[in-house]
Nanobody, 118 residues
């Protein structure tokens, strides 16, 4: 059974930093996969933040470019999100998605809360 577990959320003041981690375990996929971060603020829809493919190709939402950096460990199905210069509008639950490209299945973690105070 595939499990996706996030960690590293917390509360910081504006301008601070946090580093989120995510690990996907319990799978035997050997194909290319995508691991992404999404976030959902209260009263808003879930939105894409950043993603990285197992070959290292990465992308970012415009709202976080230049502030967030995604990195991954291709052989261990892990992804990290370094978040700098945090703003109150970054406050949300951050979710990790594991998406093997050879299947229609994708897997989500339970989310980790990030709170940025002004």
């Amino acid at each position: 059974q595939v499990q996706v577990v996030e960690s590293g959320g917390g509360s910081v003041q504006a301008g601070g930093s946090l580093n989120l981690s995510c690990a996907a375990s319990g799978h035997t996929y050997t194909c290319t996969y995508l691991m992404s971060w999404y976030r959902q603020a209260p009263g808003k829809e879930r939105e894409f933040v950043s993603g990285i493919r197992s070959d290292g190709i990465a992308g970012y939402a415009n709202s976080v470019k230049g502030r967030f950096t995604i990195s991954g460990h291709s052989t261990k199905s892990m992804v990290y999100l370094q978040m700098n210069s945090l703003k109150p509008e970054d406050t949300a639950i951050y979710y990790c998605e594991f998406d093997p490209q050879c299947t229609d299945n994708n897997y989500w973690g339970q989310g980790t809360q990030v709170t940025v105070s002004s």
